[in-house]
Structures are given as structure tokens and as C-alpha cells.
């Protein structure tokens, strides 16, 4: 999974500051998908995203949460006016095609933590 | 909602026994994918079956895909210390119109030597 690359690896933020996440796919992959994981928990769907299209956000809050995916450049989660309950570990993952049977790699994560 | 039940969620064993890991679902699924975790790092693919029975081994780690694609077993023998991390189940799947994966909350392995 070092291919694909998160940034920042921790992330500490005040309430009410945004936070910014990147994540660079791997090359020749095209389909990105945020989750994030709290303690002791799995990883729950956020957003899945190919280049410049939101495909299913199904998982991502309504409020405060967006995410990109340019033709240029790292897909970017953005978590506005953060609170504590944001605090987390956030990973992307990227693949070459839709998941189902491909196999998707994981970056090594963003700890945001806001204080 | 597409649910994954791992089981169990902590187990501490000695060096050398084995163990086996369980992840059950309701819901069928197209794959089901096997990560390992340590802490602070990413979820790394240890391996992926898509065939109703499917067993695949990784050296001593025995994995299989339940008849009915709905469930999944993991399997260590002579477990080692450096076995240990959070081993976490996947399923993938078409849920809320687009093919993700849903994981479970994952089984924490510690082996002591």
C-alpha cells in the first residue's frame, strides 16, 4: 500500500479550523474512496470518487464534509468548522477500476485530531 | 444495509497454538477481501476470494469463502508474535448504487510469545 500517499500523516486542528486531507492515488489508478476509522472500530464508507466526479457519497455527513477529485492532482477531503468528534484516522484507498472483485490499496492514513 | 459481524473481537493466544476468525453476513457479497492492520499504519490486502467455497492459503493463513458467499473464515497455524495486528474482513458489494467495500469492525490478535 505505499503507493498510495496520504498527507498529512497527522493532522491536529482547534474547533472551528478546517482541515484539509490529500491523498495521491496510486498511478494508472482512477477511482478513490475515503473511510474513516475511530478506535477499536472498522473502517465506514465515506465518498467514492473518480477523477472530477462524486460517484456515491452516501457515507460523508451532509454538513461540513466535502471532497474533490481534479484532473490534476490529489483528491482532497475537506472537513469544515471541525469538532472533536471528527477526530479520527482517515484513509484512502484507490484502484484501477470500480471495487467488487479489484483489488483496492490503502494509504497509510491521516490522524486528525482537534482539540 | 450490508452488515459484516467479526468474530472474535480480541484474542490473545501463546506462540505456536492456532486460531481461526470468523465473518458472518446476512448479505451475499460479489467478494470478500482479508486485511491485516498494525497500529498506525493502513489496511493491507492479504487476499481476496470471489468463488462460493473458495479456500486460498498464504502461507500459514487459511482462507475460505463460505458456500453462499455470505460468510468467511480465517485460519492461522503455529500463530507467531509477529502475527499480531487487527485482522479485518471486507465484503464487496453494490450498496447504495455504487460498488464499495463494507468492512467489519475487525479482530484484534495479540500473540505472545
Known amino acids: 500500500n505505499a503507493g498510495v500517499m496520504q498527507n498529512p500523516r497527522h493532522l491536529v486542528r482547534r474547533r472551528g479550523q478546517e482541515a484539509r486531507l490529500r491523498c495521491s492515488p496510486m498511478?494508472?489508478?482512477?477511482?478513490v474512496y475515503w473511510y474513516r476509522q475511530l478506535p477499536e472500530e472498522g473502517l465506514k464508507f465515506m465518498v467514492y470518487?473518480?477523477?472530477?466526479?462524486?460517484?456515491?457519497e452516501s457515507g460523508m455527513p451532509k454538513e461540513r464534509f466535502s471532497a474533490e477529485f481534479p484532473k490534476e492532482g490529489p483528491s482532497i477531503l475537506r472537513i469544515q468548522q471541525v469538532v472533536r468528534g471528527d477526530s479520527a484516522a482517515y484513509f484512502c484507498?484507490?484502484?484501477?477500476?470500480?471495487?467488487?472483485?479489484?483489488?483496492?490499496?490503502f494509504g497509510q492514513g491521516t490522524r486528525l485530531t482537534v482539540v | 444495509t450490508q452488515l459484516l459481524e467479526q468474530s472474535p473481537q480480541f484474542l490473545s493466544i501463546q506462540e505456536g497454538e492456532n486460531l481461526t476468525v470468523y465473518c458472518n453476513s446476512s448479505?451475499?457479497?460479489?467478494?470478500l477481501q482479508w486485511y491485516r492492520q498494525e497500529p498506525g499504519e493502513g489496511p493491507v490486502l492479504l487476499v481476496t476470494?470471489?468463488?462460493?467455497?473458495e479456500v486460498k492459503k498464504l502461507k500459514r493463513l487459511t482462507f475460505q469463502f463460505g458456500d453462499a458467499r455470505k460468510d468467511s473464515s480465517l485460519h492461522i497455524t503455529a500463530a507467531q508474535p509477529g502475527d499480531t495486528g487487527l485482522y479485518l474482513c471486507?465484503?464487496?458489494?453494490?450498496?447504495?448504487?455504487?460498488?464499495?467495500?463494507?468492512f467489519g469492525k475487525g479482530t484484534k490478535l495479540t500473540v505472545n510469545p
Open positions: 498511478k494508472g489508478h482512477s477511482h
Open positions: 484507498a484507490s484502484s484501477p477500476r470500480a471495487w467488487g472483485r479489484e483489488e483496492a490499496f
Open positions: 448479505s451475499v457479497f460479489s467478494s
Open positions: 471486507a465484503g464487496g458489494g453494490t450498496q447504495g448504487g455504487s460498488e464499495k467495500l463494507v
Open positions: 470518487l473518480q477523477k472530477e466526479n462524486i460517484i456515491d
Open positions: 476470494v470471489v468463488t462460493g467455497g
